[in-house]
């Protein structure tokens, strides 16, 4: 068989690989739980490294290429939540290994997935972060798939999904920062001391407009509501299941702990005074996010995708209205991207593309 590329879409719950040839056409597809239950860990003083995660992606490239008649691989792109540096995950909160240590649960991880799969498979490997992968495979797959001259377009990506994050193609490059990590726009500050975000900070785009956000939004306002009107909440009553006085305080904490974004969208779509809230919260963050990458890369074209935005595209008209309230460029265009949630999936083939590419060119 001729040779063939390979991507990676690293999730926190899932790892899928893409093996095409390449000119782009799939050949095989498999998705797979991501790993992190295994044993595979070493210590350091100040810090632990994972393999666990390494070793599975070899394994499953390696049983694509036997069912695929063993073909050489001309390169690998990978795509993956961040924070990544030097080809490896920097303690990224959506992957943990189960395992790890007590004493090392507060100190950096590094899980390394670049040069184990440079040595196993003896080719170029990439790493990009989920939301720079995702504007590659929007300029390669998705909006940019007919523009010939990619240096045409300018062109940026945001997911609202778990996080928030941003990705920008700039007129024939993909913007990327010293350490791979530009575009992490949803750590803007959206509300002056407001809620907490998993960064550390407090007010940030994404403690309102991703899903982890939401949660703890409602969740919030639940638990700090008057008891009579968060029994009267349909959030109350489309999460509890027990009987009784609702709005005793155990019952209201514990109808808060069950919080989950469809059930929020749910109730604000019954005009619920708190749900509504919450969901304008989210507009006003997301707009504000929006509004750091317009004025950031001056991007034509906005593409949104991430899970949030995919479930509800009805908030991509409000979202980009509160866009326009804080941006000092031409206003761009936002639309929803049409690779749906295989946007990064894309991305991690486009990046293998281009590499094997550079590679081709700079051969003799």
């Not at 009784?244 to 069950?258: H, K, N, V």
């Amino acid at each position: 068989m001729p040779d063939v590329i390979a991507g990676f879409d690293i999730g926190g719950t899932k790892v899928s690989l893409v093996v095409a040839d390449p000119t782009g056409e799939r050949e095989h597809h498999v998705i797979e739980p991501t790993e992190t239950a295994s044993e595979l860990i070493e210590y350091e003083k100040a810090h632990s490294t994972y393999f666990g995660l390494s070793v599975q992606l070899q394994e499953m490239l390696t049983r694509a290429l036997a069912e695929l008649g063993k073909p050489r691989v001309q390169a690998i792109g990978i795509v993956s939540a961040g924070p990544i540096h030097d080809g490896a995950l920097r303690s990224p909160p959506n992957v943990v290994p189960q395992r790890l240590r007590e004493t090392h649960r507060d100190l950096p991880r590094l899980i390394p997935v670049v040069e184990p799969l440079r040595h196993a498979f003896a080719c170029p490997v990439s790493l990009l972060n989920d939301c720079n992968g995702g504007v590659l495979g929007e300029v390669y797959y998705g909006l940019g798939r007919d523009v010939q001259d990619k240096s045409t377009l300018h062109l940026a990506y945001v997911t609202i999904s778990t996080g928030f994050g941003a990705g920008a193609w700039d007129g024939g490059r993909l913007v990327l920062g010293k350490h791979g990590n530009a575009g992490e726009v949803g750590h803007s500050m959206a509300r002056e001391n407001g809620l907490p975000c998993g960064c550390g900070n407090r007010g940030c785009v994404e403690s309102y407009a991703s899903g982890a956000g939401i949660v703890r939004n409602a969740s919030t306002r639940l638990l700090s509501a008057d008891p009579a009107q968060a029994a009267a909440s349909k959030l109350t009553k489309l999460l509890g299941d027990a009987p009784g006085d609702l709005a005793a305080p155990s019952d209201i904490e514990r109808i808060a702990a069950r919080v989950v974004p469809e059930v929020v969208f749910e109730a604000a779509a019954e005009e619920d005074p708190i749900a509504s809230c919450v969901v304008e919260d989210a507009i006003a963050a997301a707009g504000t996010g929006l509004a750091v990458v317009a004025n950031a890369y001056d991007p034509a074209i906005i593409s949104v995708g991430g899970g949030i935005a995919l479930a509800h595209p009805e908030l991509l008209d409000p979202i980009r209205e509160a866009m326009l309230q804080h941006i000092g460029v031409a206003a761009p265009e936002v639309r929803l991207t049409p690779l749906g949630a295989g946007v990064t999936e894309a991305g991690a083939l486009a990046s293998a593309q281009e590499i094997a590419r550079t590679e081709r060119e700079a051969t003799p």
